[in-house]
């Protein structure tokens, strides 16, 4: 069951349930849910039982917790909740937070580091799980932000943001599906290697298609903000 994923997931739930009312929108609630459950879902189900064997399971639960569990979460995160210290500043910079996701995204992938991650259950539960769930939260906390304030990047920027990532993210799962052999000296079929690379190239696409188009609505939402601020200012100095 995996329980030292699965009771931090549980602490992160029930600090949300104390969060004071009106803090949480309804829909806030239901993407928070949902961001907890899929992280569940590849998890503590057969999935994540055998994301060390089969390389397309392990693609599967990298997918899952990088693109759709941290989004989610931001989707989901409290309005009142913009944290002032230092590391969470320096974690969710805006330049940082898009190279640290990049490079976990290829690093863990890379031959020498994936066999080792594999051939140590503990640096896939204690370290690669972790980092799955905490970088991605860093990285799309400025661009998905649903109530556009205090950010640190324009919703410009966001969408822009978001569009480049998905150059390592495809190219990633590209050079996997067309290895002409093993990368991992054997550790999976080349069947199994082919499919959680082509898992990776056409889901991030998917995927990122879905957030870039919540990132470009939200510009269009501040863009009508500003237009209705400025007819407002232009009708108060007419008066």
């Known amino acids: 069951m995996a329980p030292e994923i699965l009771l931090p997931?549980?602490?992160i739930v029930f600090l949300y349930v104390r969060v004071p009312a009106g803090t949480v929108s309804n829909r806030q609630?239901?993407?928070?849910?949902?961001?907890?459950?899929?992280?569940?879902?590849?998890?503590?189900?057969?999935?994540?039982?055998?994301?060390?064997?089969?390389?397309?399971?392990?693609?599967?639960?990298?997918?899952?917790?990088?693109?759709?569990?941290?989004?989610?979460?931001?989707?989901?995160?409290?309005?009142?909740?913009?944290?002032?210290?230092?590391?969470?500043?320096?974690?969710?910079?805006?330049?940082?937070?898009?190279?640290?996701?990049?490079?976990?995204?290829?690093?863990?992938?890379?031959?020498?580091?994936?066999?080792?991650?594999?051939?140590?259950?503990?640096?896939?539960?204690?370290?690669?799980?972790?980092?799955?769930?905490?970088?991605p939260y860093f990285f799309y906390f400025n661009l998905l932000d649903r109530n556009l304030t205090n950010r640190?990047?324009?919703?410009?920027?966001?969408v822009i943001s978001l569009f480049l990532m998905m150059v390592p993210e495809t190219l990633t799962g590209f050079f996997i599906y067309t290895a002409p052999g093993s990368l991992y000296d054997n550790m999976y079929s080349l069947n199994d290697q082919r499919q959680g690379g082509?898992?990776?190239?056409a889901g991030s696409m998917i995927i990122d298609t879905v957030w870039m188009s919540f990132a470009v609505y939200h510009w269009i939402k501040s863009e009508e903000k500003k237009s209705h601020d400025i007819d407002a200012q232009i009708a108060t100095e007419n008066v």
Not at 152 to 158: E, F, G, L, N
Request: cysteine-free; aromatic content about 14%.
């Open 9 to 11: 997931l549980l602490l």
């Open 198 to 201: 082509s898992f990776m190239w």
């Open 29 to 135: 609630r239901i993407f928070f849910i949902a961001g907890i459950v899929s992280a569940l879902l590849v998890i503590i189900t057969p999935i994540g039982a055998r994301a060390m064997d089969y390389f397309s399971l392990h693609m599967i639960q990298h997918i899952t917790l990088m693109m759709i569990t941290g989004p989610l979460l931001v989707l989901g995160t409290p309005t009142s909740f913009h944290p002032k210290n230092k590391f969470f500043l320096a974690a969710t910079h805006p330049i940082l937070s898009w190279f640290t996701y990049a490079a976990l995204m290829i690093g863990v992938h890379l031959p020498v580091p994936h066999k080792f991650i594999m051939d140590h259950a503990w640096a896939h539960t204690y370290l690669e799980v972790p980092l799955y769930l905490l970088l």
């Open 152 to 158: 640190r990047i324009s919703p410009a920027m966001a």
